[in-house]
């Protein structure tokens, strides 16, 4: 007689989930970095030269921002695909809104692009910045949001 021992958390559902929090940690904490120390050195102070200070800014950022976004977009599609072939429902709510968060940062990026070339062809405006500094404080929220519900949704996958 064979005996079966209770099958263990699917690991395509695990690992997809754990992949989704590492991105979602590293989203957050790179999101932290241009919140308190990349945009008030940028925008702060003199408006004197803000355009090719944003230029520079752009070439500099865009590479791991758009690898973090990748990376990031991989995750959630991992995570979804095992939460979709899986029987278990256990933190099925959590990867959905961790998957949305990481949907979202980069769509709301991708929405901002204009107001940062605007500046850096010397339209700065007040609103323009302020625009800005709100669309980051958004990201970097939902970014905790993220994280919070990727660890929600790895806690609790059924054993």
Do not use: N
Request: hydrophobic residues 45%.
């Amino acid at each position: 007689m064979i005996r079966r021992h209770p099958a263990g958390p699917d690991p395509t559902i695990r690992a997809g989930r754990l992949a989704l929090l590492t991105t979602c940690a590293a989203q957050l904490g790179f999101q932290s970095m241009v919140t308190s120390v990349v945009y008030p050195t940028l925008f702060e102070g003199p408006t004197l030269g803000i355009g090719e200070r944003q230029a520079e800014h752009a070439r500099r950022i865009a590479p791991v921002a758009l690898t973090l976004y990748a990376s990031g977009l991989g995750a959630a599609a991992w995570a979804a695909y095992g939460s979709v072939r899986s029987t278990d429902r256990g933190g099925l709510t959590a990867t959905v809104v961790a998957c949305l968060t990481t949907v979202a940062v980069p769509a709301l990026t991708a929405g901002v692009v204009p107001l940062h070339m605007g500046i850096a062809q010397e339209k700065v405006t007040r609103p323009r910045i302020q625009a800005l500094l709100a669309s980051d404080r958004i990201r970097t929220g939902l970014a905790a949001v993220g994280v919070a519900a990727a660890a929600q949704s790895l806690s609790t996958i059924s054993h």
